[in-house]
C-alpha cells in the first residue's frame, strides 16, 4: 500500500521519521503507540509534507495522544 502512494525518497523518510520518534521512548517499540505514530506520518504525507522534520512532527503528536489518553484513563 505504501509503495503505491510515495516515491523512494519519502518513504525513507517517513521510516526515519517512526524510528526517531520511537528511538528514546519507554514505550517506543509498544505496538499501539509505533501503529499511532506511523498512522500520523502516513496522513501528514499524503496531505504533501514529506519534509524530514514534518512527519518527525507528525509523529511526535502520537505522543500528546497516548498522554491524553492514559490521563483519562488515570
Do not use: P, W, Y
Amino acid at each position: 500500500m505504501i509503495s503505491e502512494h510515495f516515491d523512494t525518497r519519502t518513504r525513507i523518510n517517513m521510516k526515519l521519521a517512526l524510528d526517531r520518534v520511537c528511538r528514546n521512548r519507554h514505550d517506543g517499540e509498544d505496538h499501539s503507540f509505533r501503529r499511532t505514530a506511523a498512522e500520523n506520518i502516513i496522513r501528514c504525507a499524503l496531505a504533501g509534507r514529506t519534509g524530514i522534520g514534518q512527519l518527525v512532527d507528525a509523529g511526535e503528536r502520537a505522543k500528546i495522544r497516548t498522554h491524553a489518553k492514559q490521563s483519562r484513563s488515570d
